[in-house]
């Protein structure tokens, strides 16, 4: 099964400043899409931004933006200009086109925005 | 419109006693997902519906879990005889099809608490 990893269960960063979130992933698919997802204390995950594998571009979205190195297996994810709103829970998924219906989700990561 | 809606949202119930979560996903959403998440823990995949297609139930821990969707709407996670280890905040979560690209939308959760 394929599997994703998240090595940084909680993270600071100084309002205003950036902050990059890792996560790593195992697969032996060569098409594949892979999802940030942010849960606040709320509990409702949102989706964050979200990459398709055979796209080299990576994807943006606002102040937040993804580094996705194929080879390397790595998508990891950097919010710019952080607000005290992005405290939460950050979770790395990956869903393959082989791999029948399931996504398969990171231990998250927590950030905290310090003022 | 209308988000994925769960209830209840929170669940006290005793040891060996059946418990009822239910899932409203957004209309027209043909897949609808059930996870498990555990404190500190990422999300594990339960139970996957598509369409009219047969369940993927590969994630279930037990056969004390079950679940069904009726009418290709509604769906409800029941776990029959609950044990302390099934405390958990439970997900539901829907999308438009079964393809790769497409973003779940998930609800805000039950947490179940098992005394």
């Known amino acids: 099964a394929q599997t994703v990893t998240q090595s940084q269960p909680e993270m600071s960063v100084q309002e205003a400043e950036t902050v990059t979130l890792s996560c790593t992933y195992d697969?032996?698919?060569?098409?594949?899409?892979l999802f940030w997802y942010k849960q606040p204390p709320s509990r409702q995950m949102i989706l964050v931004i979200r990459?398709?594998?055979?796209?080299?571009q990576n994807a943006t979205e606002n102040r937040f933006s993804v580094n996705f190195q194929k080879a390397a297996k790595s998508f990891s994810l950097k919010i710019s200009d952080s607000q005290l709103g992005d405290a939460a829970m950050y979770f790395c998924a990956y869903r393959g086109s082989n791999t029948g219906n399931q996504f398969y989700f990171g231990t998250g990561t927590s950030l905290t925005v310090i003022p | 419109g209308a988000g994925v809606s769960q209830s209840p949202s929170n669940k006290v119930t005793e040891k060996g006693k059946d418990v009822e979560l239910r899932c409203d996903p957004i209309?027209?959403?043909?897949?609808l997902y059930w996870y498990r998440q555990s404190l500190g823990q990422g999300l594990e995949f339960l139970i996957y519906f598509q369409g009219n297609s047969a369940p993927d139930k590969s994630g279930l821990p037990s056969d004390r879990f079950s679940a069904e969707r009726t009418g290709g709407s509604v769906s409800t996670l029941t776990i029959q005889r609950t044990q302390q280890e099934d405390s958990a905040v439970y997900l539901c979560a829907s999308s438009l099809g079964q393809g790769s690209y497409n973003e779940q939308f998930f609800g805000p959760g039950t947490r179940l608490t098992v005394l």
């Open positions: 209309s027209g959403h043909t897949a």
């Open positions: 990459q398709e594998a055979y796209k080299q």
């Open positions: 697969t032996s698919e060569s098409d594949y899409y």
